[in-house]
């Protein structure tokens, strides 16, 4: 499982941030998996899908409604997918010390570590004994 880099934004999007603001982007999307896109190039909206159980977990579309195992946490923009439990945070603010810190919206998977010194990360596609 990739980490979630700023390749995530199109061109455009990046050529507003400063060199600053790419690292700082760059650093904050390392806590994250790369999102997991369903391949549905004749829809209008990707859907993400879950990076443990492949559920729908997100299309920004009215498929949501019905299908989207994202629930909202106790924490502010933050969630979990209802079939597995794995953490995600949809609401982004990246401190850049940019006039405006840049936001966006997107279920990103947290990335997970079995100890404290975070060496050891949890693999979400790792079938546990008696799954
Ligand atoms: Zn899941």
Same mark, same amino acid.
């Given at each position: ?31 994250? $998996?790369?999102?997991? %896109? ?12 879950? +990076? /443990? #159980? *492949? ?20 924490? $502010?923009?933050?969630? %979990? ?12 603010? +990246? /401190? #850049? *010390? ?34």
């Amino acid at each position: 499982m990739k980490t979630a880099s700023i390749e995530l934004f199109s061109e455009e999007s990046r050529e507003k941030l400063s060199a600053e603001s790419i690292n700082a982007m760059s650093e904050y999307l390392t806590g994250f $998996h790369d999102p997991v %896109f369903r391949d549905n190039s004749d829809e209008e909206t990707a859907t993400i899908l879950c +990076v /443990k #159980c *492949g559920s729908h977990l997100y299309s920004g579309g009215l498929m949501d409604a019905m299908f989207s195992t994202f629930s909202w946490g106790i924490v $502010h923009g933050d969630g %979990f997918c209802t079939k597995c439990g794995w953490n995600y945070r949809m609401y982004h603010t +990246v /401190k #850049c *010390g940019e006039k405006e810190d840049p936001r966006f919206t997107l279920p990103l998977a947290y990335r997970c570590y079995e100890d404290d010194a975070m060496t050891k990360e949890v693999d979400p596609t790792a079938k546990k004994s008696g799954d």
